[in-house]
């Protein structure tokens, strides 16, 4: 426990120091609430917001996918600072405690997801100040699936910070996975557009997108409903994120020893 309150406290501490992360965090979105959802009004017309009647429903709808926008990028943040860590050596500081490397890991997943889940609940702030209409008593429903669906992006932000070999790579990365997970799921769109236009590649791909499920188990809880199908792909896609991480940091075993053969 006082591993992870000092690996939290850490991680805090640099968030209240960066105060433009949390405004970057909050426009980023926010953008995408009132410019995009209007772009796609105007542009496409009724075609694109049907079934949703107006602007403002459609807006409703991809809340839940702006707020996986904040979990994912927030992640894909953290786990940046995993590979500015290791490459001044304070990663391996850390991995040398007497503690297991798995809950070394952990300590700092669940750092990663607390300021993730601080973000995405700032951002429903932001959505009532602009009169977005939600179900409020649901942003509770919802605190367990965006702690779930912060912990399998968090994850996935650990698996990439042990293949990405230098800090400058990070950003070419980070374009690889954010906007291919983001824009192939349901985050502002629903999935039968993909059908209905044809595309179906995009539409069997976006089935095996864990943030597709992930963004899916937010907007049942967000209305308190339950979506087992998305809650089993999660759970299941953070713990194999988490074990493969967790196998990469092992210097004896993972790429960390394949890189230390390599120098």
Same mark, same amino acid.
């Given at each position: ?6 690996? @939290?406290? =850490?991680?805090?501490? !640099?968030?209240?120091?960066? =105060?433009?992360?949390?405004?970057? #965090? ?51 943040? $953290? ?28 300590? !700092?997943?669940?750092?990663? +997801? ?27 429903? #919802?605190? /367990?699936?965006?702690?779930?669906? *912060?912990?399998?992006? *968090? ?7 042990? $293949? ?6 990070? &950003? ?7 906007? /291919?997970?983001?824009?192939?799921? @349901? ?9 209905? &236009? ?30 087992? +199908? ?5 759970? *299941? $896609?953070?713990?194999?994120?988490? #074990? ?6 092992? /210097?004896? !075993? *993972?790429? #960390?020893?394949?890189?230390?053969? !390599? $120098?």
């Amino acid at each position: 426990m006082q591993a992870l309150v000092a690996v @939290s406290g =850490r991680e805090v501490g !640099k968030f209240v120091q960066q =105060r433009g992360r949390l405004l970057s #965090a909050l426009v980023r979105p926010a953008l995408w609430l009132l410019v995009f959802a209007a772009g796609f009004q105007n542009v496409f017309g009724v075609a694109v917001i049907e079934p949703y009647e107006s602007y403002v429903e459609y807006q409703v709808y991809i809340v839940p996918g702006l707020m996986g926008m904040v979990l994912l990028f927030n992640s894909m943040q $953290s786990s940046l600072a995993m590979v500015y860590d290791r490459e001044m050596g304070l990663m391996r500081l850390l991995l040398t405690a007497p503690l297991p490397r798995w809950y070394l890991l952990l300590a !700092k997943l669940a750092a990663g +997801t607390l300021l993730s889940v601080l973000q995405v609940y700032a951002f429903i702030l932001l959505c009532a100040l602009f009169g977005i209409e939600l179900p409020w008593l649901g942003t509770l429903y #919802a605190l /367990p699936a965006v702690i779930l669906c *912060g912990m399998m992006l *968090g994850a996935l932000g650990l698996l990439l910070s042990v $293949s990405v070999k230098q800090l400058e790579n990070f &950003a070419g990365t980070m374009n690889f996975v954010i906007f /291919p997970m983001f824009f192939i799921s @349901s985050a502002l769109y629903p999935l039968w557009r993909f059908e209905e &236009a044809g595309a179906n590649l995009l539409y069997q791909l976006s089935q095996f997108n864990p943030f597709t499920h992930g963004v899916e188990l937010v907007r049942f809880a967000l209305y308190g409903k339950f979506n087992g +199908t998305a809650l089993a792909v999660v759970v *299941g $896609s953070l713990i194999v994120f988490f #074990a493969l991480a967790v196998w990469g940091y092992d /210097p004896q !075993k *993972g790429l #960390a020893a394949r890189r230390g053969a !390599k $120098s």
